[in-house]
């Protein structure tokens, strides 16, 4: 079994219209969001042995900020591909992923990132921006994921509900 723990950036910038839309930052927002998610990730123990992200500034901020808050000393891939990618794109980089590794984290974009939980787990859920998507697959190594593979969604956290 592995653990796919499947993150939309958080809440981002649109402060500065001279901004390509890769290079948007995040909003104060989105930074307090990633850190509640964190704290989330870290009291229930979902520490990931690899974190994935997309190369917008957006998503690698989303990452930075997880990866700090849950002293993660693990590597931090960035992939040009990733941004706005389509489901097909991450599971071909999932597939990429050692088969040492038991929880990988990947921070992506929508539409894609919330149309592969759909089709991993056969519902339809929201992932609104800093949402976290924790599924189970019935995988021995991530080479083996494919469109069709069914997983569990074990939890989906959205910032709203974690926001005091």
Do not use: C, F
């Amino acid at each position: 079994m592995k653990t796919l723990l499947l993150m939309r950036h958080a809440k981002s910038s649109w402060k500065d219209p001279e901004l390509a839309d890769h290079d948007r930052p995040l909003k104060k927002r989105g930074q307090k969001d990633a850190i509640n998610i964190a704290k989330v990730m870290k009291k229930k123990g979902l520490i990931p042995d690899l974190v994935i992200s997309s190369s917008a500034v957006r998503a690698v901020e989303t990452a930075k900020i997880v990866i700090e808050k849950l002293s993660y000393s693990g590597e931090l891939i960035v992939q040009d591909v990733l941004y706005m990618a389509e489901p097909g794109t991450y599971v071909e980089k999932i597939n990429t992923v050692p088969g040492s590794v038991e929880r990988l984290l990947v921070v992506g974009h929508n539409p894609g990132l919330e149309s592969l939980v759909q089709m991993l787990d056969d519902k339809i859920d929201t992932m609104p921006s800093g949402a976290l998507a924790v599924i189970v697959l019935p995988l021995d190594k991530w080479g083996d994921l494919t469109l069709e593979t069914k997983g569990e969604l074990a939890k989906l956290w959205r910032p709203e509900e974690l926001r005091k």
